[in-house]
């Protein structure tokens, strides 16, 4: 079946702007994650839905990052007034369950901020 | 404070050669390790879950291992194909669902 799909798969900003990434999960999985990877580094957890239950937003490093999901389906993290250090690679993975299952990964945005 | 670190940062083999990555862990109750491959331009690639020490699991040329401190990869007479980083991440007693991720291991295998 289809797998994690994200888009766009680059995205170049100018500095200031807002950007709006897209993830869209595998089908029936209820878990859904956020994670940055800046280059060289390891994933930096930014947000994390569970189905119907609030999210945990713990992860986001200002609160120019937001991001949302409309019950199991589509998400979106959405940051304004991007700056430099927001330049990374924003992956996105689906679970069928909680954290006790492995993750499925989408390809990645490749976000740059000019 | 959880911590993942992996070694090497990088490692090259020639084609055939064995070798092992290492991942060592510092968590409150370990609650799985995880191993994945990523290749450039991609997300991460599940490849094992090891819940406690001493269990084992393997794919291909892949065998994971695990003890109270860490984790070791071993790949068995590597191919060019298997070239890739390596990451491993932990989820520790304290939280449901957040994984800890180590930087990963880039490993290259000369044909």
């Known amino acids: 079946g289809a797998g994690v799909s994200q888009s766009p798969s680059n995205k170049v900003t100018e500095k200031g702007k807002d950007v709006e990434l897209r993830c869209d999960p595998i089908s029936g999985h209820t878990a859904l994650y956020w994670y940055r990877q800046r280059l060289g580094q390891g994933l930096e957890f930014l947000i994390y839905f569970q189905g119907n239950s609030a999210p945990d937003k713990s992860g986001l490093p200002s609160d120019r990052f937001s991001a949302e999901r409309t019950g199991e389906s589509v998400s979106t993290l959405t940051i304004q007034r991007t700056q430099q250090e927001d330049s990374a690679v924003y992956l996105c993975?689906?679970?069928?369950?909680?954290?006790?299952?492995?993750?499925?990964f989408g390809p990645g945005t490749r976000l740059t901020v000019t | 404070e959880d911590q993942v670190t992996q070694s090497p940062e990088a490692l090259r083999l020639q084609e055939g050669e064995s070798s092992s990555l290492n991942c060592s862990y510092t968590v409150s109750g370990l609650r799985g390790l995880f191993w994945y491959r990523q290749d450039p331009g991609k997300g991460p690639e599940f490849l094992f879950t090891?819940?406690?020490?001493?269990e084992e699991k393997e794919k291909e040329r892949l065998k994971a291992t695990l003890t109270k401190k860490e984790s070791f990869l071993h790949i068995t007479a590597p191919k060019p194909e298997d070239s890739a980083t390596y990451l491993c991440?932990?989820?520790?007693?304290?939280?449901?669902?957040?994984?800890?991720w180590g930087a990963g291991t880039k490993l290259i295998i000369k044909p």
């Open positions: 090891l819940y406690s020490a001493g």
């Open positions: 993975a689906s679970s069928p369950r909680d954290g006790s299952y492995e993750q499925y």
């Open positions: 991440a932990v989820r520790g007693g304290d939280s449901n669902y957040q994984l800890i």
